[in-house]
């Protein structure tokens, strides 16, 4: 069965088709998971026995962050939302079924009242305008919500009033920032910000333990899922509590930190400044005291820490959609860790690093696919790779 099937239904999302964010909403859930689950056995299959895939049983309204973009219509009307696949056309959208459904409403209130604030949207065209984004994130246990206004200049006049009544139809607000992005780009967020309202991050809570969350910061944008991704992860380690362990590609954490009590010690590597700094703080929160993080290119780190000849037991690694590179695939097989636990957003380029590591030393021992994002293509994989050369 391809995502094209005749096995269709009819999509619940009326931009579905247009929109990039869903590509499998013609299909019911579990036909979803069924087509998830080929891919995984055809992508990874090859390497050992894959298990069901790890299904979400409400999988709408999961998602904790959107961004969406401005323009206008034809008839000149403010629109907002995402952008047509493979295009910068905005498609004006009320409403997103995988969305958390306070972000909706707050998106309708900034549309409504941009005129009074004199908040045009930003035109990638002409370079003109000055609202270029919103971005909004939500903790799923906590409630708090971040709300992110992204300006092609600092010059926001009618600020405090904007704040004031945004916090007003919306009390669940805890943070509004301002983020400042001049740059002909299509990255969102620009290098600038400046606090609007409350404490400039939100908390959200994973596996019993707070997180604080930045703008700029990676968070798993399912939280419900990414506790069974995550519990998954850790059972296959199967740690035994004397382990020296690095959680490389770490975001605020949470993986290193959700570990900490099953291990000796653990080592974070992240890239992101930001992303670091919250992390440090999160070991802070939460009286953690065995886990250390580092702000370094994962690979370099690697080279690093191999050059030394440190000794470490396992390696949990969550790469971008990119995957790991060879830099860091050749330090970790000279460290040689008894167990790598491979955790991916892209199959594919998992599976390559798999190739790879095959090739050097491990045995993959099991497959665990998680569906972390319902109604889109994409798929989270678990791999747990094993030394043979003992
Ligand atoms: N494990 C975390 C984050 C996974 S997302 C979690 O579950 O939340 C991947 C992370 O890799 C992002 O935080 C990104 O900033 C980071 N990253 C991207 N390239 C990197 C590199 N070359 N070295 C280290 N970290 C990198």
Redesign the pocket.
């Known amino acids: 069965m391809s995502k094209d099937s005749n096995k269709n239904v009819k999509p619940p999302c009326p931009y579905y088709g247009k929109c990039g964010g869903c590509q499998l909403q013609n299909l019911s859930n579990k036909d979803q998971n069924l087509y998830k689950q080929k891919e995984a056995e055809k992508l990874l299959g090859k390497y050992g026995r894959v298990e069901n895939i790890l299904v979400m049983d409400d999988p709408y309204n999961y998602r904790n962050k959107i961004q969406y973009s401005f323009g206008y219509d034809k008839k000149g009307k403010i629109i907002s939302g995402m952008y047509e696949s493979n295009t910068h056309k905005i498609i004006d959208i009320d409403k997103c079924l995988i969305q958390d459904p306070i972000a909706d409403e707050i998106i309708k209130t900034i549309k409504s009242i941009m005129k009074k604030y004199k908040m045009e949207p930003y035109n990638e065209d002409t370079r003109q305008g000055f609202l270029r984004h919103v971005l909004i994130k939500t903790g799923h246990k906590t409630g708090e919500v971040m709300v992110v206004v992204v300006t092609a200049n600092h010059m926001f006049h009618g600020k405090k009033n904007f704040v004031k009544i945004l916090r007003k139809k919306h009390p669940q607000i805890s943070t509004v920032i301002q983020n400042i992005n001049s740059k002909n780009t299509s990255m969102i967020l620009g290098d600038r910000e400046s606090n609007m309202y409350g404490k400039g991050y939100i908390e959200d809570i994973l596996c019993g333990l707070r997180f604080r969350i930045s703008s700029k ?4 944008i399912n939280p419900s899922q ?1 506790e069974t ?2 519990n998954k992860a850790i059972e296959m380690a199967g740690f035994k509590g004397n382990e020296r362990i690095i ?9 290193s930190l959700i570990v900490a009590n099953k291990v000796k010690e653990v080592i974070g ?4 400044g930001d ?1 670091i700094q919250d992390a440090i703080r999160n070991s802070k929160i939460n009286n953690i005291n065995n886990v250390k993080f580092y702000k ?6 690697m080279v690093g820490l191999a050059s030394k000849n440190e000794k470490i037991d396992a390696v ?1 690694m ?3 959609r ?1 995957g790991s ?1 060879e830099a ?1 695939l050749h330090s970790m097989c000279q460290l040689n860790p008894e167990k790598i636990v491979y ?1 991916s ?1 892209n199959m594919e380029t998992q599976a390559r690093d798999l190739e790879y590591l095959v090739k050097n030393g491990y045995k993959v021992k099991g497959i665990q696919p998680v569906d972390m994002f319902p109604q889109t293509g994409h798929v989270e994989c678990i791999a747990l790779l094993q030394r043979t050369n003992m």
């Open positions: 910061s990676f968070y798993q990414t991704l995550y959680d490389a590609y770490c975001g605020i954490g949470t993986i590597v992240e890239l992101n992303a370094a290119d994962a690979g370099e780190f949990i969550d790469p971008p990119a590179d860091f955790i957003c």
